[in-house]
T-cell receptor, first 113, second 113 residues
Framework: DGGITQSPKYLFRKEGQNVTLSCEQN?????MYWYRQDPGQGLRLIYY???????QKGDIAEGYSVSREKKESFPLTVTSAQKNPTAFYLC????????????FGPGTRLTVL | EDKVVQSPLSLVVHEGDTVTLNCSYE??????LLWYKQEKKAPTFLFML????IEKKSGRLSSILDKKELFSILNITATQTGDSAVYLC?????????????FGQGTRLTINP
């Protein structure tokens, strides 16, 4: 089955620890994205990548880092510099064709204690 | 600054009612407007609109775009409890060589039996 997987589904960490969220896709999509969603709010773009070994900051990149060493994988690290990391994190992918849609993974809910 | 505004933020109706959700936007390099339904996890795609005045329909759901007035509406007729969800509007635009989505805050729709 083609799709996007994220792991883990729920993640708990102590304040001050870095944590890495996994995102894998087998849709052969070139572009991948990370969003953050807070209660009662829409999605805000953290980082995105259009090709392997290249990525750009989104609207709220501070305190986060990413890598894109493989086309299928786009892990997100939430660092200790992120002031308020507790949120729901969504990964998405798309082709880079005009007027295409993004497909979303199931999300990871991160809680920092 | 690019922005997407949805209204109302929350709506509670009875099963069988018809609802209209609104989405207005101000973005540069508009490509398309998308509607998603989110039921606790990943948003699922509903519609993509690129042309003004052409209604898209899927069962009891329909949507239309007005590119002159910069808004879209999502209609749901004969609502059912399974329609309860957060409905997200997003505008796809071309920014710094990449496709990017700007999301609204979402409308939380609750259908009471």
């Amino acid at each position: 089955d083609g799709g996007i997987t994220q792991s883990p589904k729920y993640l708990f960490r102590k304040e001050g620890q870095n944590v890495t969220l996994s995102c894998e896709q087998n849709l052969n999509h070139d572009a991948m994205y990370w969003y953050r969603q807070d209660p009662g709010q829409g999605l805000r773009l953290i980082y995105y990548s259009q090709i392997v070994n290249d990525f750009q900051k989104g609207d709220i990149a501070e305190g986060y880092s990413v890598s894109r060493e493989k086309k299928e994988s786009f892990p997100l690290t939430v660092t200790s510099a992120q002031k308020n990391p507790t949120a729901f994190y969504l990964c998405a992918s798309s082709t880079v064709l005009l007027a295409d849609t993004q497909y979303f993974g199931p999300g990871t809910r991160l809680t920092v204690l | 600054e690019d922005k997407v505004v949805q209204s109302p933020l929350s709506l509670v109706v009875h099963e069988g009612d018809t609802v209209t959700l609104n989405c207005s936007y101000e973005v540069t390099n508009f490509r398309s407007l998308l509607w998603y339904k989110q039921e606790k996890k990943a948003p699922t795609f509903l519609f993509m609109l690129t042309s003004s005045g052409i209604e898209k329909k899927s069962g009891r759901l329909s949507s239309i775009l007005d590119k002159k007035e910069l808004f879209s509406i999502l209609n749901i007729t004969a609502t059912q409890t399974g329609d309860s969800a957060v409905y997200l509007c997003a505008v796809d635009h071309y920014y710094q060589g990449a496709q990017k989505l700007v999301f609204g805050q979402g409308t939380r729709l609750t259908i009471n039996p």
